[in-house]
């Protein structure tokens, strides 16, 4: 992964300051770590790490920079879509891929065609389950949890 991911992690990071400077903690750790499962599932699944990276990094921008979870997955590909052209480093088609998957990311139970947009929808997951190991595993993403485990070869007793 080269300059065009730290490029853009630098806008995040500003991004974040800017608008939500008070869960800065929260939303570096979420987006990095989504970013990090995405492009470790990006290699097993013998996709681009960088671009699977990229989603992560961009996949909850709407929260930060709209304050709102209210379609915050359509609204974030939108603002998404924006900031890859402002840095003017990513392919129409990159960008097409990215921004698919981010509008994409909020319907954990439906399958897309996309391998990106499960891949988001998978490292999202592994975040939020792995985060506080304390907490159960909400419902709507039990099933792809436990899929992931088993597809890491992780113990699911």
Do not use: W
Request: overall charge negative; hydrophobic content about 35%.
């Amino acid at each position: 992964m080269g300059r065009k991911l730290e490029v853009l992690r630098t806008e995040v990071d500003r991004l974040i300051a800017k608008h939500q400077p008070k869960r800065y903690r929260y939303f570096i750790n979420h987006l990095y770590g989504v970013s990090e499962f995405g492009a470790l599932l990006a290699l097993r699944r013998d996709l681009d790490p960088e671009l699977a990276a990229v989603c992560g990094m961009l996949h909850d921008i709407y929260q930060i920079t709209g304050n709102s979870m209210e379609q915050h997955a359509v609204k974030g590909a939108e603002k998404s879509r924006e900031i890859l052209e402002a840095i003017g480093l990513y392919s129409e088609e990159e960008i097409e891929i990215i921004t698919t998957a981010i509008s994409r990311h909020s319907k954990k139970r439906k399958v897309h065609d996309g391998a990106y947009d499960e891949l988001l929808k998978d490292a999202d997951v592994l975040s939020h389950c792995l985060h506080d190991t304390d907490y159960p595993v909400i419902e709507k993403e039990a099933l792809r949890y436990n899929n992931l485990l088993k597809e890491l070869g992780c113990n699911t007793n």
